[in-house]
């Protein structure tokens, strides 16, 4: 499946289900940190803060 082919198919899933791809494409990425390079280990530290600040939001 291609990248744009997932992204869209984002929204017809439930909450769950989006939860479940986004913690296993981050589990995915901290188990590669070690290869990433500066730009990736920017991006990965602001999606960790994007997924921080949706948990939080929702135990609010």
Do not use: C, G, W
């Not at 990248?3 to 981050?26: F, T, V, W, Y």
């Not at 589990?27 to 991006?43: A, F, G, I, P």
């Not at 990965?44 to 921080?52: H, R």
């Amino acid at each position: 499946m291609q990248i744009k082919e997932i992204l869209q198919a984002l929204p017809s899933l439930s909450i769950s289900d989006r939860l479940k791809i986004a913690e296993s494409a981050l589990q995915l990425v901290l188990q590669e940190k070690h290869s990433l390079t500066k730009d990736e280990e920017k991006r990965q530290l602001t999606l960790k803060n994007e997924e921080i600040r949706y948990f939080q939001q929702i135990a609010d």
